[in-house]
T-cell receptor
Framework: GQSLEQPSEVTAVEGAIVQINCTYQ??????LSWYQQHDGGAPTFLSYNALDGLEETGRFSSFLSRSDSYGYLLLQELQMKDSASYFCAVRSLNTGGFKTIFGAGTRLFVKA | DAGVTQSPTHLIKTRGQQVTLRCSPKSGHDTVSWYQQALGQGPQFIFQYYEEEERQRGNFPDRFSGHQFPNYSSELNVNALLLGDSALYLCASSSTDSPANTGELFFGEGSRLTVL
């Protein structure tokens, strides 16, 4: 089967840096994605890692270690608007093609 | 360029009834995936359609079925509704699977189903 684990909640202050970790177990692993979802909104794509290492997109960075089945999302210079739920998602490849499975999400609270 | 559109946005049904939810994918996308999201939880994969066929399926009973039309739009049908089926149903579209792409999913705003 497939499983992903991430913390349920994280709280940080404006301007700070926060790291959201994700560990996964899956067959046919192809890549790890991160999505952001504000209350009442749709999930939106943030980043994707297929290879080991760090990917940077503005204030957000994502890291992957395939050997450790581990990744993280790093948010820098936190802003109030970053308060949202963040989901790691595993993209896997099997006989039926690609499939994306989501974790339970980490709710980030940014305080002034 | 219209993104992913879903209808209806909200609906209320009673136990035992049937429901059909609709999704139009983003222009240029040919793959549609459906997810169920309970309050405070992550999206749970229901199934995926490509070329009018169900290619992948999650751990959902046969009460959940779907269809994809030649224009790539899709429907999700749920029969014999249970209270536990109350959730936000999300449709996500993507382009044809390719090892070169990220598999980025574009989500609609969802259909919120309440079963009484």
């Amino acid at each position: 089967g497939q499983s992903l684990e991430q913390p349920s909640e994280v709280t940080a202050v404006e301007g700070a840096i926060v790291q959201i970790n994700c560990t996964y177990q899956t067959s046919g692993f192809y890549g790890l994605s991160w999505y952001q979802q504000h209350d009442g909104g749709a999930p939106t794509f943030l980043s994707y890692n297929a290879l080991d290492g760090l990917e940077e997109t503005g204030r957000f960075s994502s890291f992957l270690s395939r050997s450790d089945s581990y990744g993280y999302l790093l948010l820098q210079e936190l802003q109030m608007k970053d308060s949202a739920s963040y989901f790691c998602a595993v993209r896997s490849l099997n006989t039926g093609g690609f499939k994306t499975i989501f974790g339970a999400g980490t709710r980030l609270f940014v305080k002034a | 360029d219209a993104g992913v559109t879903q209808s209806p946005t909200h609906l209320i049904k009673t136990r035992g009834q049937q429901v059909t939810l609709r999704c139009s994918p983003k222009s240029g996308h040919d793959t549609v995936s459906w997810y169920q999201q309970a309050l405070g939880q992550g999206p749970q994969f229901i199934f995926q359609y490509y070329e009018e066929e169900e290619r992948q399926r999650g751990n959902f009973p046969d009460r959940f079925s779907g269809h994809q039309f030649p224009n790539y739009s899709s429907e999700l049908n749920v029969n014999a509704l249970l209270l536990g089926d109350s959730a936000l149903y999300l449709c996500a579209s993507s382009s044809t699977d390719s090892p070169a792409n990220t598999g980025e999913l574009f989500f609609g705003e969802g259909s919120r189903l309440t079963v009484l």
